[in-house]
């Protein structure tokens, strides 16, 4: 299907469904199938249907990455650096070249995922790339077994001469900071949403300033707003770097061969993985076939080869056999990505009414080597702030680098954005939540959910009956809080599914999009099944091949809002495609043909009708295809950033929690969280409420355990495991209760939109605002242990109450 | 090397191995039962977890030769033919899992605890997969479709009797 | 090509002959085989021999007495101890303390022998980096690191349940070739974490733990432990306490109070001791226990906050004992 410009205005229905739902004229582009009716009128799209590949999850068939044996297949081990920052003087492999069993041994020429400098003469004479942080890969080993690889790795002898290096933010700002690049920098996105703004100033190891993130800015004057305030808040927030941890570390199968190269990746988008191939390798895009068939988690951080795909290329390449790179834990934690950590400044002036009248925001953050540590586009999406100023800085230290981390920036930013709004309230003496009544009016999708979604979680949470702050004699205090949501509605620009009607009746619906957990092939066989009359088990999805049809990104969110709509319409275009064959067997025209139920129909006779499979057998094909993209949304988009297309209506949420704070050993527990969220329309409920499970158990996770602890004397992370990596566990996970709202936002011919990243973003706030609930103290800094929590309940300088 | 022989999935294995091979390599990489997964290598995530003479044991954590002519059980093994167990069954309707790679190890223990005692509480579910790590937190939809296995298993047992 | 030697001891004498041999240290005896999996995993140790403990029998098994007390043969598991039914019921201390450690999978294998015999969980000490680079120094000591005793070392014995074990008086019974055997007090076999030692223990080289001794309980006897973590899941602990009193007519006639993750090796709060003797234990009587006992910790910045958590927990568990 060609992509047309041509559009005709319809009247549809739009809103929240049991809500709002008003009649709208929107100009469709032409060929784009009718609007889908609310949830409850149709069979398959919005059921609570089974993942349909959970069965060769839980027996142990799903072959990730990690589980891919090649015959003849090598296996690889890196040679990391062992200081934070020198000038590599000599590396010497001959020991590990001679290990018994090792085919080959590469060494690295250039360190991707990192930031670049802008000018890359300046170090155009080092013979081998600096080193920048402890644990950088530097070379890699291939061995007919792994302990061969182990031990010969451990034999690659590099020779360093030390140059003075900085671990802490603070450190890096100070003005004799050892310097940690000699020049400014770029980082270029990731479709994952990594990447920093380019062209910024750098001075020293300060990069900035960038006013906002994702196209945002400021805007009016911030000092005639403050003068207008009654009351103004100035605080200071921390937060953490958290590292991503998925269950299956990064890695790739690296298989070299004249003809092509396969590459078998645990990856977010195997597209990305393609095109980093191509342009490291100077490949064809044609010679490149990536396949992922399960990713095991990745969180943000899996996008391109990476420095471990590149080794394992190089490797298999050297070698002429398949190479199997996966990381170690250690590895895992400390060079492939992670949540950068935050220092932000906000002050926030209001009217005794509770109007906003200026917001300043000035942050750093240090994503280590790698630029992108701002602090999301909140302050100037989410609400009617009409005064607003935003300032972030990246600093750079000798440190693992930062990548895109669920909900990029916006975690931290909400953390900030969030409490200082209840301090606010709570000056004002009054509700939080009628605080949010008053600023979170902008004429977007986002804006009128959380309206809704506000009401219904104070109904489940009981809001109305919550206690005054510090109520609680005893040790253990109790308290509730509020947070709001918000993330982008994004969607990928070139996203195509192919749908295909065998002679036998069976349907095979393809994408090269990958499921790092989410569900794609789910909600794809359910949109298409909805289309078809089938069940959703009835349709083989085959997905995680980058020679299908090119598929989204698992990163912003967007799979969903994405493919279901290329599904859609691919299995549209089919189906009318076999109406059109049966029509005249079953007396009527092809536009009157149903699809339901698994079976095909005229309209109005039921009775008379065939099944699918006899629908199929009496048109009497050998196969029908038909392939289809996904349109732009129909009121078009506020930014486009390559693929990543980002509209102006986002997507809400709101959450409530409920929290006990041990005050005399400063643990917290998390009891109870009310979640309500938004993603336009529920394309599995069950699935959505699996991610929701999972936003809010990183939220917490996030708030109470996760922290990278490094060594300043040597920039090696202290804490690179899973027993002093703090994670929640089962004993940690709160009672969760999850509320859906469905919101028509008719953009796209599904009105699906994500959810795994709004999940995360309110949950930490949330928490916050419950422990000035339960303490009477509020937490500035994050993650809430005994050591955080301790301090902040001894600390003086603490809001007053008028509530 | 040294001569390992054990049953694995009831079936009689004899593999060489260097000693300081762990029984999770074994199986992974002698045997090829890749469904069991390796997230930490120490111990702290389960993933690993399979039934050694009928005991949950993190298998990265096993010496293989600790092995020797003992059962082992894993995820390949516990469904009868195409006939899923109750918990793996339940995992699926309750989609207790996302990504899926904390999945065998956590059926391992769920299940574990079901034919142990399959009177067991909320609690008990949540002692019996203290040890592992589900990234994507599919803790929740764990809990809910271990007690209906449970459920299911106790319902059956009466039914026998 | 195999990486080290294995050899399964058929008996005590035998592997006690197996290690003497060995003056280089690198034949290194294995129950469960948790920790030296980790140490070999972290690339700490690289042992060229293993002795294997598991077939010898007489290492196994749990008995108890109500004259003679408990004995748990080296092998027994921490699954088996928190288990057992008399455990539970006399020693429930110790019980509580094997069920709260490392995880249900770990607690199948792991033995008390190995438990007591195990490494440091310091971050410096489970890297090899800080083995190979010693000479950079420099080391910045944790948030979870000694609060008592911490002039030389921060580190800090890693085993649980040996803090509920020293609060009933537990003693260690090895044997080395020959039939030669000693019984060492628990807090005599126990030795400051050390970089430059390869055991933090007085077990010889040639020796191995054949089972651990609790002494019989006194009439009126009553106990109690607390792990404090951060996590409930899974977590090594900011600080646990064992608390074992002795009452007659409601008064304390004798008290344990043992704190662990405080100090070098698991701390008998002995103020906390001295102040309760002869006392009847109400909240208040508990509560100043609670405060002797951390008068004269020495934390650093990082740590601090261990004091009153410290101080809450005994409290907390001296009270848990009296209900």
Known sequence: MSASDERHSRTVLTGIVGDTLQPIARNIPVGEPPELPPNSELRVIGKRVNRVDAVPKVTGEARYTFDVQLPGMLYARIASSTVPHARIKSIDTSAAEAYPGVKAVHILDRVLSIAQLRDPSVEANERFPLVRYNGQPIAAVAATSMRAAKAAAKLVRIEYERLPHVTTLEGAMADDAPVVFPGPTEQAATAGGGGAPPNLPQKGNLRGPARGGLGGGGRGDVQQGFAQADYIVERDYRTQVQTHTPMETHGLVADWRDEELTLYASTQFTLSVRDEAADVFKLPKEKIRVISE???????????????????????????????????????????????????????????????????????????????????????AMYAIPNLSVEHYDVFTDAGPCAAFRAPGQVQGIFALEQALDELAHELGMDPLAVREKIDTNDTDDARARKVERRIGAERARWSQRRPTGADQGPVKRGIGVAQSQWAYIVHGTTTCEVRIRGDGSVVA???????????????????????????????????????????????????????PAARNAAYLAARDLAARVAQSLGASTEDIIFQDGRVFARGRPE????????????????????????????????????????????????????????????????????????????????????????????????????RHLDPGTGVQLNANIDQYKIVGSRETPA???????????????????????????????????????????????????????????????????? | MMELSLTVNGRRCTVHVDPATTLVEVLRDELGLTGTKIGCDRGACSACTVWLDGEVVASCMTFALDARDKQVTTIEGLAQGEQLHPVQQAFVEHDAMQCGFCTPGMVMSCAHLAERNPDCTLDDVRGAVSGHLCRCGAYPNIFKATLAAAAAMRQRKGGNT | MSSLQWIDAKSVDEAATLLSADDSGTTIAKAGGIDLLDLIKEGIVAPARIVNL??????????????????????????????????????????????????????????????????????????????????????????????????????????????????????????????????????????????????????????????????????????????????????????????????????VEAARIVAGAVAPVPRRMTASEDLLRSREIDEGVAAEAARAAVRGATPTDKNSYKVPVLETVIRRTISAAMT
């Open chain 1, 736 to 803: 969760i209760e999850v509320h859906l709202i469905e919101q028509l936002g008719r953009q796209s011919s599904t009105d699906a939109r994500g959810v795994a990243e709004p999940a995360n973003v309110a949950t930490a706030a949330a928490i916050a605002n419950a422990f000035y609930n339960a303490t009477g103290k509020r937490i500035f800094t994050l993650p809430m242990t005994p050591a955080n929590v301790l301090a902040a309940l001894r600390a003086e300088d603490q809001p007053e109450d008028r509530s």
């Open chain 1, 294 to 380: 399960y990713t095991g988690g990745g969180f943000g951080a899996k996008f391109g080869i990476g420095n471990y795909g590149a080794l394992a290329i190089h490797l298999s390449r050297k070698a002429r056999a398949p190479v199997r790179l996966m990381l170690d834990r250690r590895e895992e934690h400390v060079s492939v990505g992670n949540r950068p950590s935050s220092l932000q400044r906000l002050k926030l002036g209001a009217r005794r009414d509770g109007t906003v009248t200026a917001l300043q925001v000035e942050s750093f953050g240090t994503g280590g080597v790698a630029a992108g540590a701002g602090v999301g586009f909140a302050h100037t």
């Open chain 3, 54 to 251: 598991q077939r010898i029998d007489a290492l196994r098994g749990v008995q108890f007495d109500d004259a003679k007390g408990l004995r748990l043969g080296s092998l027994t598991t921490l699954a088996e101890i928190a288990s057992n039914a008399a455990i539970r019921q006399r020693y429930p201390a110790l019980a509580a303390a094997a069920a709260h450690a490392a995880t249900p999978q770990v607690r199948n294998a792991a033995t008390i022998g190995g438990n007591l015999l195990q490494r440091p969980r310091c971050w410096y000490f489970r890297n090899e980096f800080f083995h190979a680079a010693r000479a950079e120094g420099g080391r910045e000591q944790s948030q979870y690191g000694a609060i008592f005793d911490n002039a030389k070392t921060t580190m800090m014995h890693a085993s649980t349940p040996a803090t509920a074990l020293l609060a009933y008086d537990a003693s260690v019974h090895v044997a080395g070739k020959a039939g030669r055997s000693r019984t060492i007090a628990l807090g005599d076999f126990l030795l400051p974490p050390d970089f430059d030692r390869d055991r933090d223990t007085t077990l010889g080289r040639d020796e191995v733990v054949t089972h651990i001794s609790v002494p019989p309980l006194k009439a009126g006897t009553r106990a109690a432990y607390h792990k404090q973590t951060e996590r409930d899941s899974y977590d090594w602990p900011i600080c646990d306490v064992a608390v074992v009193l002795t009452l007659t007519n409601r008064k």
């Open chain 1, 510 to 564: 393809l994408t090269g999009a990958q499921d790092i957990g989410t569900g794609t092939r789910t909600v794809m066989a359910q949109t298409v099944a909805e289309e078809l009359g089938l069940r959703a088990d009835d349709v083989d999805t085959r997905i995680g091949d980058s020679r299908y049809p090119a598929g989204p990104a698992s990163g912003g969110s967007r799979v969903t809002s994405s493919i279901t």
């Open chain 1, 608 to 707: 008379r009708g065939m099944t699918f499979v006899e629908a199929v057998k009496t048109a009497n094909f050998d196969e029908i295809v038909h392939r289809a993209d996904r349109r732009e949304d129909y009121d078009g988009y506020r930014a486009k950033l390559g693929d990543l297309h980002i509209s102006r209506h986002g997507i809400g949420g709101v959450q409530f929690a409920q929290i006990a704070v041990d005050t005399e050993t400063g643990v917290v527990k998390v009891e109870r969280i009310v979640a309500v969220h938004d993603c336009g329309r529920p394309i599995n409920p069950k699935l959505i409420e699996s991610q929701i499970y999972g936003g809010v158990i990183q939220g917490v996770s996030y708030a109470l355990y996760e922290e």
